[in-house]
């Protein structure tokens, strides 16, 4: 029963993989771009990760401690955009977008072995822009990041990270 039942499982679920490789659509909240970043690898009492989502509406912020991805030691803030503001980000965004579709950044074909990162995914229309964590053209992969976390309003992870519970030393 066992043999039958996993090619079925797997047949099963192969539409659904190929409706998600399909076209990519922006997080919930219409978000225009998220931010990622990882430690590296650490012992649980020092490893952390964010994302920070940039929409017209509200910049949020989720800061998870350890290696946990829900509960009590993931935080999250959030702070609203006004129009103007929201506006402004849109455009800033939208600027990096271009770049990305005009050259687009490839994924470095010698990534460090646990080594923290961060990334991001632009969401202009329907599509999906990636800056990789690990790139192969640092110096264009870094000005679009550090131009995505001077978005980020003062203090908005700092207030996910105490949002959230650090794990016991």
């Not at 649980?44 to 401690?65: E, I």
């Not at 803030?77 to 006004?82: D, K």
């Not at 822009?129 to 690990?134: A, E, H, W």
Request: hydrophobic letters at 50%; aromatic letters at 6%; one cysteine or more.
């Amino acid at each position: 029963m066992t043999r039958l039942f996993s090619p079925l499982l797997l047949l099963a679920l192969l539409p659904a993989c190929t409706l998600a490789e399909g076209e990519v659509t922006a997080p919930a909240g219409e978000a225009l771009a998220v931010l990622s970043a990882r430690s590296p690898s650490v012992a649980p009492s020092y490893a952390w990760s964010y994302d920070v989502t940039l929409a017209a509406s509200a910049v949020t912020a989720r800061y998870c401690h350890g290696y946990e991805t829900e509960g009590p030691a993931c935080g999250t803030a959030s702070e609203p955009l006004g129009p103007e503001a929201g506006a402004a980000l849109e455009a800033r965004i939208a600027a990096f977008a271009a770049d990305l579709t005009a050259a687009p950044i490839a994924e470095s074909l010698d990534p460090p072995i646990g080594g923290g990162a961060t990334a991001a995914v632009l969401y202009p229309g329907s599509s999906a822009l990636t800056v990789p964590g690990y790139p192969a053209d640092t110096a264009r992969a870094e000005a679009i990041l550090a131009g995505l976390e001077a978005l980020i309003p003062a203090g908005l992870v700092e207030a996910a990270a105490a949002a959230g519970e650090a794990p016991a030393e």
